[in-house]
């Protein structure tokens, strides 16, 4: 299929930072790009067939997980991240013309937005009331309709820049200059992308019980394979007070015999552990692997059980040997 074919959907409307993190795909540009109003939409029109993939936004250096794309993945047909992609954010204050700052008290933009604006609104516009929109390009959209119930919106500078009738009040209101947000490309589960050295695998696991060392034995599984994690966050389930799930980035590819066998171990102490994908890095840093939990060290290993097991010698030759205490 050529990527002029491909379908994606995205958290819109036109203009948004995941827009943004979608054309880093190759290809997307020429792509058929549909808007969306909610991420739970974006990622349905995948599961019915109606895109092939979506891009969602994950996690954001200053807020940490977006909950609606966690729990959307968790739940439901089953999806798969094929890819991730970076995206530095910056915002803008933005206002139909003739409003200037001292006349504002209603301001509509994405929850995350808002929370890495608020130290410059507080000091700026004291007071100003919080009007939440379901992204960033649609609180700035909405401006320009009639019935707009707030007085400015905070939003990329790509959406002011394209939309006639806003005015930029403010730049750079971000209280966090370096912030960056990860979105994820979704698709139907397919064949996994191939390894790179700089991967990232993604599960979800439900927490099977309530008790004691529950969570040690899940977060073990990866500990005593040499797999670190990069971010793992807990989710409730919405079935009953305390029920929990884990969503867990851990890096590597389900290729590699240690994250493997980690998937394996969590497998056996929740059956209903969801694997969501092993992809590339955005950001291409390689996997540190330590000699012990290389896949030669797996491979080695194996072999000797099954060598024992044939009734071979339990033994290696020219092995190092170990003092025993």
Not at 212 to 226: K, T, V
């Amino acid at each position: 299929m050529s990527a002029s074919e491909l379908r994606y959907t995205f958290l819109g409307p036109e203009g948004t930072f995941t827009e943004a993190a979608l054309l880093q795909v190759p290809g997307a540009a020429e792509a058929t790009r549909m808007p969306c109003s909610s991420v739970n939409t974006a990622l349905d029109r995948v599961r019915q067939g109606e895109a092939d993939a979506a891009m969602v936004p994950i996690e954001n250096s200053v807020e940490g997980g977006v909950t609606a794309t966690l729990d959307a993945i968790a739940t439901g047909p089953e999806l798969r991240i094929v890819r991730e992609a970076l995206v530095p954010i910056t915002f803008v204050l933005v206002a139909r013309p003739g409003v200037r700052i001292g006349d504002i008290r209603r301001i509509s933009t994405h929850g995350h937005a808002w929370a890495q604006c608020r130290l410059w609104i507080e000091e700026n516009i004291p007071g100003a009331e919080y009007v939440p929109g379901s992204s960033t390009a649609a609180a700035a959209v909405g401006l320009l309709e009639d019935e707009a119930h707030y007085d400015a919106a905070i939003c990329a500078p790509l959406v002011a820049a394209e939309r006639p009738g806003l005015n930029i009040l403010a730049e750079n209101i971000g209280d966090n200059p370096g912030a960056v947000t990860r979105f994820v490309l979704v698709s139907r589960p397919g064949p996994l992308t191939p390894r790179t050295g700089a991967d990232k695998t993604t599960v979800v696991v439900p927490l099977p019980e309530d008790r004691p060392g529950a969570l040690m034995e899940i977060l073990d599984q990866f500990a005593s394979r040499g797999v670190n994690l990069s971010r793992i966050e807990s989710r409730p389930t919405g079935q009953y007070l305390g029920h929990y799930f884990f969503s867990i980035d851990a890096d590597g590819h389900a290729e590699d015999a240690r994250v493997a066998d980690a998937l394996a171990g969590l497998h056996r102490i929740s059956p209903a552990t969801r694997f969501l994908g092993s992809y590339a890095r955005a950001d291409q840093e390689k996997t540190v692997v330590v000699p012990h939990t290389s896949d030669a060290a797996f491979a080695a290993a194996h072999a000797w059980v099954n060598g024992i097991l044939a009734g071979a010698p339990g033994v290696v030759p020219d092995a190092e040997e170990t003092p025993v205490l």
